[in-house]
């Protein structure tokens, strides 16, 4: 498993913009495929993005696409979420994923969790 740690998150307004980032420890990060879930009060955990080990391919959430996007560089063992026109609705509690192998949009895909950052939109 790997150590995840996400950073990045904060209050911003309505329209807003802002980058997520999630460092990993650990000597493969470059072959696992990773991502990104959210969880707002009193709702379950909801996919966001993933992105394949090499950065190839991404998929996203319906909610988020054309807004997100998903990135990494394996060079510095990071995996990215820039998050542009921001709703109230978008915020939660952001969390970085390592997958335990399949490139998939299930939660139950993923076996490494981050501590989580918070993302507050504003009206």
């Known amino acids: 498993q790997v150590q995840l740690v996400e950073s990045g998150g904060g209050l911003v307004q309505t329209g807003g913009s802002l980058r997520l980032s999630c460092a990993a420890s650990?000597?493969?990060?470059?072959?696992?495929?990773m991502g990104w879930f959210r969880q707002a009060p009193g709702k379950e955990r909801e996919f966001v993005a993933t992105?394949?080990?090499?950065?190839?391919?991404?998929a996203y959430g319906g909610s988020v696409k054309g807004r997100f996007a998903i990135s990494r560089d394996n060079g510095k063992n990071t995996v990215y979420l820039q998050m542009n026109s921001l709703k109230p609705e978008d915020t939660a509690v952001y969390y970085c994923?390592?997958?335990?192998?399949?490139?998939?949009?299930?939660?139950?895909?993923?076996?490494?969790w981050g501590q989580g950052t918070q993302v507050t939109v504003s009206s």
């Open positions: 994923a390592a997958s335990g192998g399949v490139f998939s949009t299930r939660r139950t895909a993923y076996n490494s």
């Open positions: 650990g000597r493969f990060f470059s072959s696992i495929n």
């Open positions: 992105i394949t080990a090499d950065g190839v391919t991404t």
